[in-house]
């Protein structure tokens, strides 16, 4: 069996509502799947054996690009002697376009993964608004057939 983790930080629940729907599909789909706030993980979740690793976080901040703050120790961490290489990702996040820095979580977290030598399967998720079901299903599908 396939196994995938998923790590988020949500402060109004979005996020959270795409890991949950996220998790669902793919253990509808053939997938052993553990679902963590990234308030309760260390770095070493990367150190463990699984085909997929999903990572969420939602933009805040205004001038500046913010990640959901539960999020900022655990991406402090992600530097120098973590190695992702041979590993795949897939990132999703919740924002709102109406911001200068529409998801601008998603890319800080894309760009740490490649150069952390991690293979990004396919394009991340950006959800603007209010994340939908249908919407995610559809991309957690092509992460699947890309992975
Ligand atoms: C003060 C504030 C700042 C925000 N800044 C951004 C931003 O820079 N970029 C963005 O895409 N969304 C921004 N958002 C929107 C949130 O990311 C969005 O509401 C998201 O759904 C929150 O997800 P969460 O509940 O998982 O934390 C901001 C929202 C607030 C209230």
Redesign the pocket.
Known sequence: MKKALIV???????????AETIESFLSENGYEVALTDVSNAGIDIFDETHDLFFI???????D???L?EDFEPFYEDMTGSLSLKKKNFAIF?????????????VDMLEERVRRLGGNLVCDSL??????EEEEIDEWVQGVTNAA
Do not use: H, K, L, V
């Open positions: 988020y930080g949500s402060s109004t629940g979005n996020t959270e509502f795409a969420g976080c939602s933009t805040w901040g205004e500046e690009i913010e959901q996040g919740c924002g709102d376009s109406s911001y200068t820095y529409f998801c601008g979580a950006r959800i603007d608004g209010e994340p």
